[in-house]
């Protein structure tokens, strides 16, 4: 078999440093046909060297235009001022996509490849913000894609749809959209590069768009997707960025960390997008801790990416006892910002502005983050408003009407698995109990809390509930210690929480704790005690009697979800 054979089998197979190689080695001997420089020049991208692929894209393209195969020059141009978009080169993007506009427009019949230059112009008004201008040049591109035969186009078009929808308050259209792109991307259509695209896009949407569900499924999606191509840098460190968000959320905060870092590492091979998500929640983490110095550090390296390290950085000055600076900060980040980043900052918003005592920019917060669970109807969503109309009816006074939102919000935390946010309401409501009277009631919240704090090593808020709840612990009365974010996961018997059911089904595909851990975007430790209180429940002493229970109730999956 040839070098070149060997180029284009190692494409095939998406082995994408062989294919570098063996289609570099093929060019030397003779200059490739455009179609295996333009595979060159995608395998060179997706092994992070993206200003080089799009110098061999720009061979492939003049000799596209030798050849006079116009349509494919057009693609060429189209997709190299799309990857220069994504470097962050403005300038030689748009002239690329000039170029692009003025072959298609001097063409005698309909470019094929037409579509796709409406993205750009898509991207463009979504990072303005004119979610009305975005849609409409999305919908030509999915239209003209889908006429035309571009799939993707088509696919790029259906997902800045629904982005722009979902900017637009159309959630529940805007999430359709984006898994029909998704459909594409897994049944093969779409060509590499536009579909780690879309991975990536689809899952940050889910995320800004409080939809956590689908920020799960997909980034375990995406997770196999890279693991399924050798050697992948592009969209790789992505994926660790979002898997570093997941692992805080759920109290994983070790993994959390070796995600973010991973997605540093990767940053700096290439994957350029990965940057900022991955320093940011490097930060969050630090801040957490308590090691602000380091968490400082993080917050800045993000903020060189041009985006801003907020609501983290505000948030760190809270913790180092700097209210003032924190309102100012979140303040002039929130002032003009897009409402899909405003909203994503209204939590801490309600807590900066109660600790700078200003209660009524407190309530404003609050009222316009309930006012949101009206169009966005996400358990993380309604967590996240009812704590903060919790401490703002708390700060107001109204203790006992507190009691009920607080409870609320605690209890979607549970569902959704977040230990330290549901330890939070666990410090207030021993605050409230012990400001009603209640100091049994306060001990036992002090205690559930004090044990998450602890095994999370979350030392600010560890230091906070100590200072902030006027109860002394009682050995008599505390539970006995706990770690992690089963404070709550009780021993009794009764049907499996949501969790505990995607445990059950897990196990069922014969996945070790470690791997459990890993599609659920939790620690190893946790799976361990959602299996004890699955047990416990069904009164069953092995992992062997736990799958036979699932194929008995049909809970069973035949194979690794994908």
Request: aromatic share 6%; charged share 20%.
């Amino acid at each position: 078999m040839s070098t070149l054979a060997h180029g284009r089998e190692a494409y095939a197979e998406r082995r994408w440093p062989d294919a570098v190689g063996q289609y570099t080695a093929a060019d030397h001997d003779a200059e490739l046909p455009p179609s295996d420089l333009e595979q060159l020049a995608t395998s060179v991208i997706l092994t992070g060297r993206g200003s080089e692929g799009v110098d061999i894209l720009a061979r492939a393209h003049l000799k596209y235009l030798a050849e006079g195969d116009y349509d494919a020059a057009a693609r060429c141009a189209a997709w190299s001022g799309l990857n220069l978009m994504l470097l962050g080169e403005a300038a030689r993007s748009a002239g690329w996509l000039a170029r692009a506009h003025r072959i298609v427009e001097d063409l005698p019949e309909p470019c094929p490849f037409e579509g796709m230059l409406f993205v750009p112009a898509g991207l463009g008004a979504l990072y303005r913000g004119d979610g009305a201008a975005a849609a409409e040049a999305f919908t030509r591109a999915a239209d003209l894609g889908r006429e035309r035969g571009d799939a993707d186009a088509a696919a790029l078009g259906l997902l800045g749809l629904g982005q722009a929808r979902i900017m637009l308050g159309r959630l529940e259209d805007g999430l359709a959209l984006l898994d029909e792109a998704m459909v594409a991307v897994t049944v093969g259509e779409i060509s590499p590069v536009p579909a780690g695209i879309i991975y990536c896009a689809v899952i940050g949407t889910c995320l800004l768009a409080f939809d956590l569900r689908r920020a799960h499924e997909w980034t375990r999606a995406l997770d196999r997707w890279c693991d399924a191509q050798q050697n992948l840098v592009a969209f790789s460190g992505q994926c660790q960025m979002h898997r570093a968000e997941l692992y805080r959320l759920h109290g994983a905060w070790t993994e959390a960390i070796d995600a973010a870092q991973m997605a540093q590492d990767l940053a700096f091979r290439g994957d350029l997008l990965a940057t900022y998500g991955g320093f940011y929640e490097q930060g969050e983490i630090q801040r957490l801790r308590g090691d602000f110095d380091a968490a400082e550090a993080s917050y800045l390296h993000a903020q060189e990416t041009g985006f801003p390290p907020q609501p983290g950085l505000a948030l760190l000055r809270l913790a180092q006892g700097k209210p003032d600076q924190a309102q100012s900060l979140l303040r002039q980040a929130m002032d003009g910002a897009d409402p899909t980043y405003r909203r994503q900052m209204l939590a801490a918003r309600v807590e900066i502005e109660l600790a700078a005592r200003d209660a009524r920019a407190a309530r404003a917060a609050a009222e316009e983050l309930a006012s949101l669970c009206a169009s966005i109807d996400m358990p993380l969503l309604h967590a996240l408003a009812e704590q903060s109309e919790a401490s703002v009816l708390f700060h107001e006074g109204d203790l006992q009407a507190a009691l009920v939102p607080l409870r609320r919000a605690w209890s979607r935390w549970l569902s959704l698995d977040a230990p330290f946010e549901a330890a939070r309401c666990r410090a207030l409501l021993a605050r409230l109990c012990a400001a009603l009277g209640d100091e049994e009631s306060a001990r036992l919240e002090l205690e559930a809390a004090r044990a998450v704090f602890s095994e999370l090593r979350a030392a600010p808020a560890l230091s906070e509930l100590e200072q902030s709840v006027p109860v002394a612990p009682d050995a008599r009365t505390a539970p006995a210690p706990t770690t992690g974010n089963d404070v709550h996961h009780a021993a009794a018997a009764g049907p499996l929480t949501a969790r505990e059911t995607e445990v059950v089904q897990l196990v069922s595909t014969g996945l070790s704790n470690r791997n459990i851990a890993s599609e659920l975007f939790i620690s190893e430790k946790t799976v361990a005690r959602h299996l004890s209180n699955i047990f416990t429940k069904l009164g069953l002493t092995s992992r062997a009697a736990v799958t036979a229970y699932a194929y008995q109730h049909g809970l069973a999956l035949t194979s690794r979800p994908a």
